[in-house]
């Protein structure tokens, strides 16, 4: 196929142009709603916490309730080593980025390009568009994420020394904590007790099988279901809260600040360019090979807008706090814009047979 055949392939997939068009019609819709006065400033925060501390984490659980592929294992152990590795890959290079400037407005430029809102912007694009298998290698991948926010963005932006109460936000986390369950139960279900049970099969007659006593999508159906229905909040609701986050900011003032247009160059162009760069170099080499929805998969991940967290960090450490918040105001406004493109680049590269 010619390269114009590939795009236009790409460009008619229903199911490809309906998560993005979601994406960005729910973000508009909440956008709206915030600027004519229907959502009120408590709005974002709350529909956030309700995306983190309910939603994402059962989500990434269900993810897992699924019978095993040695395949899906092996890569997911590379997405794995490859979140770690990734982190320091950006810890050197953003000392060359913004050697040009200095202190907190260097610390947090760097910060903010390294750590992305990988859980609540990515991962509801990520399950839109590449589906169980993406939202599986995505919460692996968000294990070296906060490893790292927690520990080392943490004692860069506070100045402290690193504190053992800190341990907590990093292991308690219930995305993570609903991550660490589902990918044990996932791996090691044929070691797990098994019970028999009933389950639909593709005949759409009731049949009996063999079902490890912990997956709870055959054992506990009900409570599968419960957790799906909640699972399935986390895409809509995201997209609400980053909506009527945008539709509280001044946009001129933002759009003003050579720093802030710097900055989304970086993280919106350079950062996913290398994550997909060297995703196809380690998958070439059989170093760390990836299929095509672990590399997409990444490449989304760090394409996304900063962390709110780290931005937290800046406004409560006092670092550069303006310069944070309107760092997050552009580049979430213009990952609106460059994440459907990334994902229209790799769609391309898979049909074109590079991944």
């Excluded at 409570?223 to 909640?230: F, I, P, R, S």
């Excluded at 580049?331 to 769609?347: D, K, M, N």
């Amino acid at each position: 196929m010619s390269f114009g055949e590939i795009l236009i392939a790409t460009l008619t997939n229903m199911k490809f142009i309906s998560a993005i068009t979601s994406t960005i019609g729910i973000i508009l819709i909440g956008y709206i709603c915030r600027r004519r006065g229907i959502f009120n400033q408590h709005v974002s925060k709350v529909l956030s916490t309700v995306v983190l501390k309910l939603a994402i984490p059962c989500m990434a659980f269900n993810a897992f309730m699924q019978d095993l592929n040695v395949q899906q294992l092996h890569q997911s152990m590379s997405v794995l080593v490859w979140g770690l590795l990734i982190y320091l890959v950006f810890i050197a290079i953003t000392r060359l980025t913004y050697a040009r400037y200095e202190g907190d407005t260097k610390l947090v430029l760097r910060m903010l390009t390294i750590f992305g809102s990988t859980t609540f912007f990515g991962i509801p694009i990520v399950s839109a568009v590449y589906g169980a298998d993406g939202v599986i290698y995505a919460n692996v991948f968000n294990i070296g994420y906060r490893i790292f926010l927690y520990s080392y963005c943490y004692i860069l932006m506070s100045g402290l020394q690193f504190k053992k109460s800190n341990l907590k936000s990093i292991f308690l986390n219930p995305t993570i904590l609903f991550t660490l369950a589902g990918l044990l139960i996932w791996a090691m279900q044929a070691y797990l007790p098994h019970v028999t049970v009933e389950t639909l099969a593709k005949t759409g007659e009731m049949v009996e099988r063999q079902a490890p006593i912990l997956r709870f999508d055959l054992t506990l159906p009900w409570l599968y279901q419960l957790m799906n229905y909640l699972s399935k909040l986390a895409s809509p609701l995201a997209w609400l809260s980053i909506g009527a986050t945008l539709g509280e900011s001044e946009i001129t003032e933002a759009v003003k600040d050579n720093k802030v247009w710097y900055y989304a160059f970086n993280k919106m162009l350079i950062v996913p360019l290398i994550t997909l760069v060297c995703g196809i170099i380690f998958t070439a080499t059989n170093i760390l090979p990836m299929d095509y929805a672990a590399i997409g998969t990444t490449v989304v991940m760090m394409a996304t807008p900063p962390a709110s967290v780290a931005v937290s960090y800046a406004i409560g450490f006092g670092r550069e706090d303006k310069l944070a918040s309107n760092c997050s105001f552009v580049t979430t406004l213009t990952a609106t814009l460059a994440i459907p493109i990334w994902l229209v680049v790799i769609e391309i590269l898979k049909t074109s047979g590079v991944i």
